[in-house]
């Protein structure tokens, strides 16, 4: 995925705050929705955006879809910002 898709995912505050909720593990469409108050096709709708970026990954287990964190495009993202900044060494 390309990384200004990936910015745009991360620029709305509910799908940043998907991502944070999705650190403690999976979680079903459902639980997500739960925990917001808007409608579940928004929710819906930031899911896809997420998994369009590669954010996130969705399975299936009998008729629910669970979500989880694909952390391998988070570290992708803080190895770039890390080597705009110059490394580790320049904080």
Same mark, same amino acid.
């Given at each position: 995925? #390309?990384? &200004? &898709?990936?910015?745009?995912?991360?620029?709305?505050?509910?799908?940043?705050?998907?991502?944070?909720?999705?650190?403690?593990?999976?979680?079903?469409? #459902? %639980?997500?929705?739960?925990?917001?108050?808007?409608?579940?096709?928004?929710?819906?709708?930031?899911?896809?955006?997420?998994?369009?970026?590669?954010?996130?990954?969705?399975?299936? !287990?009998?008729?629910?879809?669970?979500?989880?964190?694909?952390?391998?495009?988070? !570290?992708?993202?803080?190895?770039?910002?890390? %080597?705009?900044?110059?490394? !580790?060494?320049?904080?």
């Amino acid at each position: 995925m #390309g990384l &200004q &898709q990936t910015m745009k995912a991360l620029a709305d505050p509910i799908r940043r705050e998907i991502l944070n909720m999705l650190k403690g593990g999976r979680m079903s469409a #459902g %639980e997500i929705v739960d925990k917001f108050d808007v409608t579940g096709a928004s929710i819906s709708r930031h899911l896809s955006v997420l998994k369009e970026a590669d954010l996130i990954r969705d399975f299936r !287990e009998g008729k629910f879809i669970f979500y989880e964190l694909n952390a391998s495009v988070l !570290e992708e993202i803080m190895l770039w910002i890390a %080597e705009l900044r110059g490394g !580790e060494d320049n904080v």
